[in-house]
């Protein structure tokens, strides 16, 4: 950022005051027509230019688009795309921002906040590329020589300039700003011809479509270099200390609708601010803060304040985008029209906020303008630290609600959580990721049941990066041997024995899930950033009313209420963005087998008959869980390593239940004949070689705190 704003020091655009400079190094040429040196003014060779590359450093920023499936809609429905927008955004020295989309190559494992280097290159319009090559007289296009307008000059002049050269953002932002400008001049120009000719277009229609009022403003991003780690470090909670968030936002209207929109003003006051709610458990975007974050992250009214209504036109333009048509698009120059009017509000309705605007972290748009936004939201993933964190939410006029989860969800984007994802299987090995595949969290595509009433709360690994909640304290009890927090490598789980852990429901405390490491193979950091695979166990339940933190997972629906699940999510609460083409995946959704029936629950969506078994296979041993019981406030489940198949040998005689399938020694098949060693009983049992157990053997007094079995202290067993 440094370097790109000393490149950019010079108060007047140079294009506008300099004749083009020497080519540092004259591109060969590839064309045959060859210039006419008597009309350039440059001693250079001009060459026919139909695009423009600039090399731009920045910081990326990644805008996710969000379409939510209807609340009242079929809840299995297949989830929405998901969309990207890649930005590069910069400050320049004197605080102004800027900004651009691109279509970025090669963009797996980029977040939000790192530092590029790239080519940006912009096609250029047919009446453009005209202008740019005017000098070039009969290669140029139609081949007629015209006096350029001054605007032209200078645009024709920059064109040339900068083209295979390094500039600022801002310089390229310019360059963008003058290809518009000078696009919608001649746009307008051919409007007026043909309105002047309008008998003779009769009969020649496709006249019109001659020079279209879009212009594709987008570069294509190539040889992209990421330079550095960013500021995009953005409210993730570091060890339980609570952060406040600091929002402004803006609810539109416009003469456009019809009919008139329904959600004003007040509508989101109310439903933003939990004292101005109608009743004390209405889910309040306040209240899901205090709700799911545990009272971590906190959304109080005083610095989220709520602005409008602010009036949309139609059409219109803005400083930063141009023109802008919400009637026909709903794009960058409409997004940042709305931003643009949103300050334009801000600074005539409260200049003091106004003032500190650029210390108010989110700004947040309400705009009632779907279908024409096909998006419900859209949203920064993580806040670029030179740049805007922006979210803009939809919804259509004559709507009556907003789901609290939607904005909440685009809310967490900015903290830098990705979606809820699922690898979905078609049964012939091949696999997909579902952006919004894991219905159990809010940022996939799980919604309260009743979202007017509930709340529905994070999956285990998104709370865990988010640090709204934390491992289990002592999952083991103390037992011997076992691991003493709920974050361990499965290697550190006794060898041969199924030690409960009793998994409180995430409602119940906010230490409520294990993070079991697994074996690391293929797993390397990108971009600096470590990377540890990890399977979050949880359980997740709707509590008893009377529950003091009732709300908590109010919303879970049936399908996967009282359920144990299994995430895989290999990115550690790093303070960073989560990188969004590795986001946390719902692998398994567990369940006890009901003792009256002895048969699995089952459910939709693809699950199917929930088993109550789950294993992982590594290099170190097998790791095998078991869901014994449920309840409301808690499951109990077992964890047990084996490091062979199948009971033999000394190993039906050492109490243990060495291959993890719930039976022990005598009580395991595969024990069966097997003789007793003849020196089983002249010493105490001793390890077995061919365990390796970093635990001792066990201790023939109870060290589980719940045996399940009197006499058979560390044995589990399958109880239904
Ligand atoms: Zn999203």
Known sequence: MLALSSMAVN???????????????????????????????????VQELKQVTVTVSGELSIQTFHTPTDPNADPYQLPPPVDNSYRLVDKSEDGSKFDTAMELED?????????????????????????????????????????????????????????????????????????????ETHAEQERRRLQVNLKDLIGAVGAAGGTQSFVNLTPKAKKTTRTGAGGAKDLMIIGGKPLNITSVTFVFTSSCLKPAQYINTAWVNNNWDNAKAAAPTTPTLQRYYDVCSYNKLRFESPINKVYGPIDFPCQGSWPTKGKYDITKSCSDPELYGAWDAAKDYLKKNDPATFSILEGIRRKIFILPFRPVCTFGGRANVGCPGGGDCLTWMTYAAENRFIDMSTIFHELAHNIGLSHSARNVCDGKGTCEVQDYGDKTCFMGSGYPTDPTKQ????????????????????????????????EFKYSDVP???????????????DKNFLRVIVDQKGLAPVNGRKRERAFFISYRSILPSTHPNFQYDSGLSSDFNRRVFVHEFNETADNNPTDDSNPPLIRNVLDAIPAAT???????????????????????????????????????????????????GDSCYDTLDNDCDGLADEDDPDCTGVEKPADVNAKPPPPSPIFKARSPPPSPSPPSPLPPKAGKPTKGRRQA
């Open 11 to 45: 108060a007047v655009p140079s294009w506008q005051t300099r004749p083009p400079p020497v080519r540092r190094s004259p591109p060969p040429r590839s064309r045959s027509a060859s210039p006419k040196p008597e009309a350039a003014p440059s001693p250079a060779p």
């Open 107 to 183: 963009r797996s494992g980029l977040i939000t906040g790192d530092k590029l280097t790239t080519g940006l290159t912009l096609e250029l319009p047919k009446s453009i590329a005209d202008v740019v090559n005017s000098e070039l007289g009969g290669s140029s296009g139609n081949g007629t020589r015209r006096r350029l307008s001054e605007q032209e000059h200078s645009l024709r002049r920059m064109v040339r300039e900068y083209h295979n050269t390094e500039r600022s953002l801002k310089e390229f932002v310019e360059l963008q700003n003058l290809i518009r400008d000078v696009h």
């Open 455 to 486: 709340i529905l709360c994070a999956t285990a690994p998104q709370g865990y990066k988010a640090g709204w909640v934390g491992p289990m304290a002592d999952p083991f009890n103390g037992a011997d041997g076992a691991p003493a927090t709920g």
């Open 495 to 509: 060898v041969g024995q199924n030690l409960p852990v009793l998994l409180p429901a995430m409602g119940m405390t």
């Open 598 to 648: 002895g048969k699995p629950n089952s459910i939709g969506d693809g699950w199917g008959a929930l088993p109550s078994k789950w294993e992982y296979s590594g290099a170190d041993g097998r790791l095998v869980l078991r869901v014994l019981s449920k309840g409301q406030t808690n499951a109990t489940i077992t964890l047990c390593l084996a490091k062979v198949t199948k009971e033999d």
